[in-house]
């Protein structure tokens, strides 16, 4: 770790280029610009909330540690009755939500508490497995799976996103340069390609 990052801050993000090994088994990009809110169903409403955001969305909504995926639209499942809802930067997400829900739910914007980190590469797996800490065996998680989890003492959201397989994850903005410094040490040994860039993704 000390010769991956010796010149990397510990208090600022890495800057853009390759790390650790010759290669790129893992590709990482931090988009520092998300369309986040949170959402909470009210108590006894979450059968309530999910006929509105099918009517709305055309999304299914999961209470679980899924993800319920729409076009332009998607939940990620963080806890009993808990999401945090991902857009595109178009239209103000939380204001969108709470006009659509009113008293069915607590909305509240998260753009500027979050960064997310998306995973790929061909032993993108790997680097999460030994980055989070937990069984991504492709027969236990799957596409549109999620975990609530801790990695190096630090509270993360993550899914995966594809087959292939990818993931992408949240981390409180505050966090965000202790966060990619274990991402890049976990990844250095299959050489990673670190990338930061401006821009919204669900």
Known sequence: MADVLKNVSFTALPGTGHYGASGAGVR????????????AV???QTCAL???????????????????????????GVGPGKWLALGDNDTPLATRLQQTFGALAAV??????????????????????KGAAI????GV???DDGATTVAAHIGLTFW????APSYKIAVARSFAPSFARHLLAAAAEYGVDFLSQPSSGK
């Open 28 to 39: 990482i990009t931090l988009i520092d610009d998300p369309a986040i809110a949170s959402v």
């Open 42 to 44: 009210a108590h006894g």
């Open 50 to 76: 999910s006929d509105i955001c099918l009517a709305a969305f055309g999304i299914n909504l999961v209470d679980g540690a899924v993800v319920s995926r729409g076009q332009f639209l998607s939940f990620v």
């Open 108 to 129: 509240c914007d998260q753009s500027d508490a979050y960064v997310l980190f998306t995973l790929e590469g061909s032993r993108a797996r790997e680097c999460m497995m």
């Open 135 to 138: 069984d991504l065996d492709p």
């Open 141 to 143: 998680f799957k596409v």
């Open 160 to 163: 995966q996103t594809s087959e």
